[in-house]
């Protein structure tokens, strides 16, 4: 599977792993003190040992062996204790409000199914869903000409062929329905059709600093998106201060 083939190099990128302070301080203010939150699609774990980090009860659930595997590693290696499940986003091995709160970070555009996903994560969750996507906005021309250079540049960098199939076979992005990214519009849309209240959170901040910090390969590339948080709460009463 892709993302078993991808585990040894994801980390590699610097846009999964850069600003661990500045997600830290975010999700700080968006948890109350110590919460059990489900991260779904956790993959090598970033956001599931942030979230440990901070005091919470945290399980960290991803369909690749392999991701979870290098998230393990990651956890020992900080000693934070965090249960890492196998398990799939569209049927969660969990019963009903089993978390005060699920979390997912670059997920949805994965999915073949993601409404499911997204009813699962309503289902599992007693309080809160927050969904952390985004979408890309520039399909001119010009940037698809710069980031195709600048992904052989990081083929070169990553020893990884980025031009060929940049994530899935061309057969399975046609089973994607967010496959390029999802908008705020059709997440808020999944959730309120679930009876949520939302709010979004207007995240291109977080890639506006992460741009700087990024070396010039990774800027040729990059592309400019639209990032953001839903958050679709249960209860109203429950909604943490604002950010
Ligand atoms: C782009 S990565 C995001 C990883 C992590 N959330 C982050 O922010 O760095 C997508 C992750 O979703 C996982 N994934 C894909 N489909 C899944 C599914 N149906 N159920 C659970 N995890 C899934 C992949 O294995 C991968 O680890």
Redesign the pocket.
């Known amino acids: 599977m892709y993302?078993d083939g991808r585990c040894k190099s994801y980390d590699k990128s610097p846009g999964?792993v850069l600003l661990p302070d500045v997600w830290r301080e975010f999700l700080r203010k968006l948890f109350d003190d110590k919460m059990k939150i489900l991260?779904?699609?956790?993959?090598?774990g970033?956001?599931s040992l942030i979230l440990a980090e901070l005091g919470h009860d945290v399980v960290g659930?991803?369909?690749?062996r392999g991701?979870l595997n290098v998230a393990i590693e990651k956890a020992k290696e900080r000693g934070l204790n965090v249960h890492f499940k196998l398990?799939?986003?569209?049927n969660l091995p969990f019963k009903d409000n089993s978390f005060d709160a699920v979390i997912?970070?670059?997920?949805i555009w994965?999915?073949p199914n993601p409404r499911k996903?997204i009813s699962e994560f309503v289902r599992v969750s007693k309080y809160k869903v927050i969904i952390i996507d985004g979408k890309c906005i520039d399909n001119s021309i010009l940037t698809r000409i710069r980031r195709k250079l600048g992904r052989l540049l990081i083929s070169i960098y990553e020893r990884r062929n980025l031009l060929k199939n940049y994530h899935y076979s061309k057969e399975i992005n046609e089973m994607l329905p967010f496959y390029g990214g999802v908008s705020a519009n059709e997440v808020v849309k999944a959730l309120e059709d679930l009876g949520l209240k939302t709010r979004v959170i207007d995240l291109k901040w977080i890639r506006e600093i992460m741009y700087k910090q990024l070396p010039k390969i990774y800027r040729l590339a990059w592309v400019s998106r639209d990032y953001f948080m839903v958050e679709g709460v249960k209860s109203p009463n429950r909604l943490k201060r604002d950010i």
């Open positions: 993302w999964h991260d779904v699609g956790c993959g090598t970033f956001i659930l991803d369909i690749s991701m398990g799939d986003a569209e997912c970070r670059h997920l994965t999915l996903a």
